[in-house]
């Protein structure tokens, strides 16, 4: 069973406005989420996280919000740039002793000029 | 600060063969991931090594096995090699202290073909 599920496999913006890359869980175990992006030939590099003792996180461009009673976090991205179009993964750990990361299985980001 | 490296980028083995990747964590980095990324299952976990001893498992058989050194170096072996085996393997680091979320930092992987 698909314990992180990111429904959308592609998406596609125009540059400038706004990406939202969206993902679910099934596992109430889950207390740490992240965001990775990966180009191809690369290994997935870390954008943003958020611990679920909270609902909202910024870094910059970057904004994670987590709606722990829905089982829902979303990644927006603003503004848009062509440099972002890569696979967005997102990736849930769980309580417990092991830095194991449950992945859903991507979403391609495609931002035009 | 050197990032993850793994080596080699690029393997072409034969069926039936076993195969050895080796990761160097980032320094200081006591923990060490092993994921297989493939187009149809996405990125599954494999293993996790801390302190040279394997911390947990996921649900792959036997013939995936890995090691970690008291470097925090890490590798990992794959026997009698299957057409299903051909992936990219992917070693990622984190700090490893469970008494906080770590990040997980990935290396650029192996790319494992079996012919």
């Known amino acids: 069973d698909q314990q992180v599920k990111q429904n959308s496999p592609s998406l596609s913006v125009q540059e400038g406005r706004i990406s939202i890359l969206n993902c679910d869980y099934t596992?109430?175990?889950?207390?740490?989420f992240l965001w990775y992006k990966k180009y191809p030939a690369e290994g997935p590099t870390f954008l943003i996280s958020i611990s679920s003792i909270k609902d909202k996180n910024e870094d910059g461009r970057f904004t994670v919000f987590l709606n722990k009673s829905a089982k829902h976090l979303s990644l927006h991205i603003v503004p848009s740039q062509p440099g972002d179009s890569a696979v967005y993964f997102c990736a849930a750990s769980a309580k417990g002793g092991s830095e194991k990361l449950v992945f859903g299985k991507g979403t391609k980001l495609t931002v035009n000029p | 600060k050197a990032g993850v490296t793994q080596t080699p980028r690029y393997l072409i083995k034969t069926r039936g063969q076993q195969v050895t990747l080796s990761c160097s964590p980032i320094s200081g980095h006591r923990s060490v991931s092993w994921y297989q990324q493939t187009p149809g299952q996405g990125l599954q976990f494999l293993f996790e090594?801390?302190?040279?001893?394997?911390?947990n498992k996921g649900n792959f058989p036997g013939r995936f096995s890995g090691r970690q050194f008291s470097n925090s170096r890490s590798e990992m072996n794959v026997s009698t090699l299957e057409l299903g085996d051909s992936a990219l393997y992917l070693c990622a680091s984190s700090g490893g202290r469970l008494v906080a979320k770590n990040i997980q930092y990935f290396g650029a992987g192996t790319r494992l073909s079996v012919l």
């Open positions: 596992n109430s175990m889950f207390d740490y």
């Open positions: 090594y801390f302190s040279e001893t394997q911390r």
